[in-house]
């Protein structure tokens, strides 16, 4: 009912404008055509980014089983420099292990605020990306993760996470940061294992990471490209003995993902 009801309002628009109008006018359908995508992508926009804010109200209860249903089968997630753990079913294993069994606790403290969200949809609709930042504050300390996440549309219409990326900018307890930053977390720090290593060795504060970033620059068009330089580049001033043996820890990735390409491996 809807549709043809645009569709008359959308001819009566036509006819108006036409006389003033340079070339052939786009037809009604393809008007429609064109405003449906706006629609789909705006809606797309905004279920990519409550699925993320989805994900982090339940990190704040310790809902572990509702948090794991959120990702796509074959997704990824790679919390701070703990490696990669790969499938749903990964996911929920290591939270339940690592932060134990569903449901909040007494005496636990878990909040994981998050902000300065940038969503993006591919051109085809498939694919989103979000990077955003989080405060997280707990019993163990507090962090800055910032995260460069994927999604996926289902077949079922359904927007899933199906890569979690959250490095670390910095980690402390609550001496803070600035006395006791923290290093990154590490493979066998604590279980379970992760199926594969970390895809980056970055260092925390009071070194720093630049995470790629998924889109370009917004008005420019540019690919903004981290330096891929090793990871302790910046860890001290260059010419010092610290930075030397900061530079033996790891190199960077460009790991840059612009818009509408398909995610890199």
Do not use: C
Request: aromatic content about 12%.
């Amino acid at each position: 009912m809807i549709r043809p009801l645009l569709i008359a309002a959308l001819l009566a628009a036509t006819a108006t404008t036409s006389a003033f109008a340079q070339g052939a006018p786009a037809s009604a359908e393809q008007q429609l055509d064109a405003l449906d995508a706006r629609i789909t992508r705006l809606e797309d926009l905004n279920a990519i980014e409550r699925l993320q804010k989805a994900y982090g109200y339940f990190v704040d209860e310790s809902q572990w089983t509702q948090l794991s249903e959120l990702f796509s089968d074959d997704a990824t997630l790679e919390i701070g420099g703990k490696g990669l753990f790969l499938g749903k079913a990964r996911v929920l294993e290591y939270m339940q292990t690592a932060f134990g069994p569903d449901g909040a606790k007494d005496n636990v403290l878990a909040q994981h605020m998050q902000f300065q969200p940038i969503p993006d949809i591919s051109a085809d609709g498939k694919t989103g990306w979000v990077r955003s930042r989080a405060f997280v504050m707990s019993n163990a300390g507090w962090g800055l993760p910032l995260y460069e996440n994927a999604y996926e549309k289902g077949t079922d219409g359904v927007w899933r996470i199906s890569r979690l990326s959250g490095p670390f900018t910095m980690y402390t307890n609550w001496e803070g940061w600035g006395k006791n930053a923290l290093n990154n977390t590490w493979p066998d720090k604590f279980e379970p294992a992760p199926d594969l290593p970390p895809s980056t060795v970055y260092l925390t504060y009071p070194a720093y990471y630049i995470a790629p970033f998924h889109y370009p620059n917004p008005v420019s068009g540019k690919v903004f490209v981290p330096g891929a330089a090793q990871a302790g580049a910046y860890h001290r001033p260059p010419g010092t003995a610290e930075e030397a043996r900061a530079l033996t820890v790891g190199r960077l990735v460009d790991g840059t993902q612009p818009i509408a390409e398909p995610p890199k491996d």
